[in-house]
C-alpha cells in the first residue's frame, strides 16, 4: 500500500504544481504588442512595463486577439498567409493555422468557435472552425476589407472596407450581406458599445468617426476631428476603444501624433493627448484607468493615465508596432 499511497502524493503535487502554473498564468497584466517589421510579438510587464520576452512569429505580424479564457493569443501574419497561436503561459508560438490570404484584422465568434479574418488582398471575408483550422466559407466583400466586428450573439459580422468607403453587416449563417452602409473615405476599424446598439467605424482619410446604429445599419453621427496648426490630411483616426461605462472613446489619430478623447453620449470632443509618432493601435486596462497605444513611427507605445489625462510614459517595443492587448 506504501507505494500507491506515495503514487497518489506524487500525483496530487503535481496536480498542484499544474494548478498553480495556469493560476499564475491568468490575468497577468502582461502587455502583448505585434510588430510589423520586427516579426514578433513584445511582451512587457504588467506593473514594471520591462520587456518580458520577444516571441518570433510569422511576418508582419498584425491584428492580435485573445482566447476567451486568455490561454492563446491569436496573431494575423500577413506576409505569411496564416494565424499564429501562441501559449500565453509559454510565450511561444505552438500552431498556426496556413492558407489564409494576406489576414490583416479579425475577431473572434462566440465560444471561440470561429474566427473571422479580413483579407486585404483578395477583397474576402474568411470564416475559420478553431476546431479544424479550417476555413470554412469565404465571403466576397468590399476592395481592401481591414477591420472587422463580430456582434456578442455571433448572428452578424461588420466589414469595413477601405477602398470601398462601405461598412458591410453579413448574416454569419448564411453568408449574405444585410446591408451596406456607406461611409468616410477609408474606414479602418471598429468599436462597439456594450448593448450593441451603436457601432463606431474610424474614417481614415475622412478624418472622421462614423457611428452607426447597430440594428438598423445606418449612420446616426459623423465625428470629426480638427487640431490648431495640423491639415485635414494629418489628421488620420485609425484605432478606437470604447470604455466599458460606454460614457467615453478613445481614438488615434495617426500623423497628428495624437489622440482623441470623445464624449460617447454627446459626440464631442473633449480634448486631445500628445502621444508617439503615428498612433495606430489602442486598447484599455480592465478598469479603464490605463490607456496603451501602439506608435507605429517612433517604434514605442504610449501609457495613459485615463484618471488625469495624461501620458505616465513610453516604452520602447520592436519595428512598426500595430496592435496591443493586454493579459488582464
Sequence with gaps: MKPLRSLKQSIGVLALIALSAIAEAKDTGRIFVSNEQSHAVTVLDGQTYAQVATIKTGRRPRDLKFSTDKTRLYVACGDDNRIDIIDVTR???????????DPEVFDLGPGDRQLFVSNEDAGTLSIIDLVTKKIIRSIKVGQEPEGVLVTPDGTTVFVASEAASLVQAIDVASGTIKANVAVGSRPRRFAQSKDGKE???????????????????????RI????????????KPVGLTLTRDGTTAFVTLGHANRIAIVDAGTKEVRDYILVGKRPWGVTLSHDD??????????DDITIVDTRANRVIRSVPVGRTPHSVVIDD
Design 91 to 101: 510565450l511561444a508560438v505552438v500552431d498556426s493555422i496556413r492558407g489564409v490570404d
Design 199 to 221: 457601432i463606431w467605424v474610424s474614417a481614415e482619410v475622412d478624418g472622421a468617426v462614423y457611428v452607426l446604429d447597430g440594428l438598423h445599419y445606418t449612420v446616426t453621427s
Design 224 to 235: 470629426e476631428f480638427k487640431l490648431k496648426g495640423f491639415r485635414r490630411e494629418d489628421i
Design 289 to 298: 484607468a490605463r490607456l496603451f497605444v501602439t506608435n507605429g513611427a517612433s
